[in-house]
């Protein structure tokens, strides 16, 4: 039985906007950086234009500029060309990331046969905190679930006297995930504290 061509553009459809609701987007910056080099671009052609029809400069002498960053470094306070260098230095990685990330975002997908599900982490971290809390047999206050792009971290603080079963807690959790069956599955960490609290 061949495969409707319906179903596959609507699955490729739905894939489209689960990456773009996972992954955030690049064009912002894209468009800023192209902005600014084209700007740059047009201001040396409408410069080249007056220096060839024999006008005046109007924001700055091409040639001028040209001689002084010949001169360079000399004549320049150290100060002022280390502060520059380490702008453009950050400036430059800061766009290399950009450009080599993925750029995930903290969410994650739920699969489902009639619609895409994307839950950010938060709303993860909400559920699991219920489910550690009950395997820990502690107050709400005492558990703090931190979910990150692949990996979920529960932090515990027992009550003075009662110990916690970090292994009960860690099952409780993936039991969870489990169930909720996000992708990608995260690593789990409990992390129980030396020190309780009294009187919960």
Do not use: H
């Not at 894209?30 to 047009?42: D, N, P, R, Y």
């Not at 959790?173 to 409990?190: G, H, T, W």
């Amino acid at each position: 039985m061949k495969a409707d061509p319906l179903d596959r553009a609507t699955s490729a459809s739905t894939a489209r906007l689960v990456r773009r609701e996972l992954y955030s987007s690049r064009a912002l910056p894209s468009v800023v950086t192209a902005a600014v080099l084209i700007a740059g671009c047009l201001v040396l052609l409408f410069e080249a234009v007056l220096k060839a029809v024999g006008d005046r400069p109007f924001l700055l002498d091409v040639e001028a500029v040209a001689a002084w960053l010949g001169t360079l470094p000399g004549g320049v306070p150290a100060s002022l060309l280390g502060a520059g260098s380490v702008l453009l230095v950050v400036l430059g990685a800061l766009l290399l990331l950009l450009a080599l990330l993925p750029g995930r975002r903290a969410r994650y997908t739920i699969p489902n046969e009639r619609a895409a599900v994307v839950v950010d982490a938060e709303v993860v971290a909400s559920s699991l905190a219920r489910r550690a809390r009950v395997a820990a047999g502690v107050a709400p206050e005492q558990v703090l679930v931190t979910v990150g792009r692949g990996s979920v971290t529960v932090q515990i603080r027992p009550t003075s006297g009662t110990p916690v079963d970090a292994d009960a807690v860690r099952a409780a959790v993936a039991d969870d995930l489990r169930r909720s069956s996000i992708k990608p599955e995260p690593r789990i960490a409990v992390v129980v504290a030396e020190s309780g609290v009294i009187g919960q």
